[in-house]
């Protein structure tokens, strides 16, 4: 199968790059500096901004047609601090705007639509009842809120757009070697108090869930 994905030079975009190449997929990246990105054969690297239609189009067609595009892009921070203030470079509205870009690009194009498969969060719709009181107070009264809006809009717009999706939700991020995961409902219930997720873990996850299509027109929460 052939991947596009759009915020492969980010870490779990570079997870699920290496993740879609280690199964024998090929992939087309499309970052801002290819040489974020490790050479390796069956991978081709456009250059260009998820901003820009006409740079998404190319991604869309160089080498040839992907049967899924990958989703992994993430506002950037003033620091690693998950509650230091968005970058200048990244608009309270990135997810969602940058989103509408990718289907307007896809529309415009005669191949038969992909399957979108979205490095969405763990808050986002009915998942965020199952998080706890603490953790549902810092979401509400931080900087963390403008991206949880964000990808509830971006939800929004990808179960409006009529094209094939995955929601992935995962729980908080850490590093460490990939692993087993539990699927949980998209309303997260029995998720634990403080879940966690590896980044490695959710990268294979979502590779797993282009090839298949189990997950389809679903937004399960993953944790470990």
Do not use: C
Request: glycine share 8%; no cysteine; charged share 20%.
């Amino acid at each position: 199968m052939h991947f596009f994905i759009i915020g492969g030079s980010g870490r779990n975009g570079q997870l699920t790059t290496q993740a879609a190449l280690d199964r024998g997929h090929s992939v087309t990246a499309l970052v801002r500096n290819p040489s974020s990105l490790t050479p390796h054969e069956r991978l081709t690297v456009v250059r260009g901004t998820p901003t820009s239609l006409a740079d998404i189009q190319k991604g869309l067609t160089t080498p040839q047609h992907p049967s899924t595009v990958f989703y992994t892009l993430n506002p950037r921070r003033t620091s690693e601090n998950p509650f230091a203030p968005l970058s200048p470079e990244s608009p309270t509205d990135l997810l969602e705007s940058t989103m509408r870009t990718l289907i307007a690009a896809i529309n415009s194009t005669s191949f038969p639509p992909p399957k979108l498969v979205i490095n969405s969060t763990m808050g986002v719709g009915a998942s965020f009842a199952s998080m706890t009181a603490p953790i549902r107070f810092v979401f509400r009264h931080s900087t963390m809120r403008v991206t949880l809006d964000d990808h509830t809009n971006l939800d929004t717009v990808v179960r409006e757009s009529g094209l094939p999706f995955v929601l992935a939700r995962p729980a908080r991020l850490v590093e460490g070697e990939a692993g087993e995961l539990r699927v949980l409902s998209d309303d997260g219930k029995g998720s634990g108090w403080n879940p966690t997720v590896k980044r490695a873990s959710l990268a294979r996850w979502m590779v797993g869930a282009a090839e298949v299509k189990t997950w389809d027109g679903r937004a399960p929460v993953l944790t470990t």
